[in-house]
């Protein structure tokens, strides 16, 4: 079978670094997605890993270990806009499998 | 900026009644999509094209209808609204399944109310 594991809640200071893991299993894996979406409004694209290692793009990075069916997305120095929830999903052979979504909260 | 639109936006009617959500993508994407979603809870895979003349079911189970006669189109249909219908329904497209080109872009959303 397919799953995909995520917390559900994290909170965190303004300034702060925060990981949100993510942890998968399935028989066909192309790819791993993050999105994030704030409360009442669609999901957006914010990385894409398909090799082991570390991406990173501004403030947000993504790692993917696949032999662990392992990703997290590091946000470094929050911002209050930074509160919203993110989606893990990953790339099965013919859509997205995503996970419940983490709800992060940045407080002051 | 994705090119993906919803219509209506938001929507309240009353039980019964049939409805149909719009949805359009100017990006020439083969694949579409649509998700349900409550506040604050997960995405729902409800329906799925991969082309014209496609459609397949997702993984929750829906009373909705959906067809694919243009390759930009994606309408969502519910013959007779319940109160249970009520949820924000999105709309996605990617270029692809495999990889990268598995990238779903969101269209706004709709926000269903059945009264």
């Known amino acids: 079978g397919q799953n995909i594991d995520q917390p559900t809640e994290m909170t965190a200071t303004e300034g702060a670094i925060v990981q949100i893991n993510c942890t998968y299993q399935?028989?066909?894996?192309?790819?791993l997605f993050w999105y994030q979406q704030h409360a009442g409004e669609a999901p957006t694209f914010l990385s894409y890993n398909v090799l082991d290692g570390l991406e990173e793009k501004g403030r947000f990075s993504s790692f993917l270990s696949r032999s662990k069916g392992y990703s997290y997305l590091l946000l470094k120095e929050l911002q209050m806009k930074d509160s919203a929830s993110y989606l893990c999903a990953f790339s099965n052979t013919d859509k997205l499998i995503f996970g419940t979504g983490t709800r992060l909260q940045v407080f002051p | 900026e994705a090119d993906i639109y919803q219509t209506p936006r938001y929507l309240v009617i009353g039980t019964g009644k049939k409805i149909t959500l719009e949805c359009s993508q100017t990006m020439g994407h083969d694949k579409m999509y649509w998700y349900q979603q409550d506040p604050g809870m997960e995405l729902h895979l409800i329906h799925y094209?991969?082309?014209?003349?496609?459609?397949e079911k997702g993984d929750l189970s829906s009373e909705s209808t959906v067809s694919r006669i243009r390759t930009e189109h994606f309408p969502l249909t519910l013959e007779s609204a319940r109160p249970s219908h009520t949820s924000q329904y999105l709309c996605?497209?990617?270029?692809?399944?495999?990889?990268?080109?598995?990238?779903?872009?969101f269209g706004p959303g709709t926000r269903l109310t059945v009264l």
């Open positions: 094209s991969y082309g014209v003349n496609s459609t």
């Open positions: 996605a497209s990617s270029r692809g399944t495999s990889g990268k080109w598995g990238e779903q872009f």
């Open positions: 399935t028989s066909g894996f192309n790819g």
